[in-house]
């Protein structure tokens, strides 16, 4: 499971540009009512397809363009000139929600951005960036000690196992042998093939990631809620700490294809990260918000389950960038900094319970992203 925050995309999308809409109007001012009604429906028509296609540019800009109109008709005109129609085009301001659903296929982070933005200054996400400043808040050194007085669990029930030692893969590996023992029991015996099927999973790990065998265990209900939690985590962290979220992409094979690093990855940008690492520096602030996204995965499975499992491709990409600091991080520096992280997202999660549920049970039922963004501001509008 793992993060992306950079705006380099290996699925490029050329976003195509259109002749401006025929917005805004006014049906008071129309002398032919109907054509206006026309027209608007051909345009949340286009918006639908430009949805649909996945092209943000294109429905941001319709979007853009009707901002001036009046999302409720007046008392004059609702007697005369509109009809159901107008009900369907102007009081269904949910529609703009949408507009997030194409996010996923845009190269252009910036543009992402402004739709997080765009639909903030519209009401839509009171809570997108609220808790943005709390990587201020709390003691800096945090001890395995200070992290079980705070969070009641030991320092490796927050560390991602290694395949074998999990609870779940622990299971699928009792589960394996005791198929193969049955199987022998019946007089069936598989141990010639058991090095063929050994090689090919071992070929999957190296070359393929474990898609393969990921895209196996997601059909296996507790294997598959577990990454919907871990990715909610990673998911309300970023948008409770105002990075706009671009995706969350729980198949393996499709990661595998956008070439994220493990079995399913949220995509996130923090524009002023993009901008320090542009100019060769990072700030403390920024490399913390980074690292509490990048640890709120491993929090969200401990707060759920207890203990986290998944992980580790995370604990190796703040590695990664902890050694390219200058100066670098030491070992001591990388484990304080890495527990100070988790511990924050832990707490973070665990204020807003509510609306990491409501974010994996979206997640569950198959939903788009901005059926998961509004679920996550209901749940939070609600407590």
Sequence with gaps: MALSISPQFFLPHKLSLLKPLPFPFSPSNSSNPKKPKIRALRGWQEYEEAVKEKDLARALRFLKSIETL?????????????????????????????????????????????????????????????????VLEGPRDVTPTVLKSSTGLEASKLSPKKWGLSGSSSAVLVGFLGGVSFLLSQGIDIRPNLAAILGLAWLDSIFLGGCCLAQILCFWPPYRRRVLVHEAGHLLTAYLMGCPIRGVILDPIVAMQMSIQGQAGTQFWDEKLENELAEGRLSGSTFDRYCMV??????????????????????????????????????????????????????????????????????????????????????????
Excluded at 325 to 334: D, F, K, Y
Excluded at 375 to 381: G, V, W, Y
């Design 70 to 134: 009046p999302l409720q008709p007046s008392s004059s005109s609702s007697s005369s000139s509109l009809s159901s129609i107008d009900d369907f085009l102007f009081l269904r301001p949910e529609r703009d929600w949408e507009v997030l659903d194409a996010c996923l296929n845009a190269d252009d982070m910036k543009l992402v951005g402004s739709t997080y933005w765009f639909l903030q200054d519209k009401g839509f996400l009171p809570n997108f960036g609220k808790f943005k400043n709390i």
């Design 294 to 383: 990048l640890f709120a995965g491993i929090a969200a499975e401990a707060l759920v389950y207890g203990e986290a499992e998944g992980g580790e491709n995370d604990e190796n990409l703040f590695r990664g960038i902890s050694l390219l600091l200058q100066p670098p991080l030491s070992i001591a520096e990388m484990s304080n900094r890495a527990r100070w992280s988790v511990l924050q997202s832990y707490n973070l999660l665990k204020w807003h319970k509510h609306a990491h549920r409501a974010a994996v049970k979206a997640l569950e039922g198959g939903n788009s992203l901005s059926v998961v963004i509004r679920r996550i501001e209901e749940a939070m509008s609600s407590n």
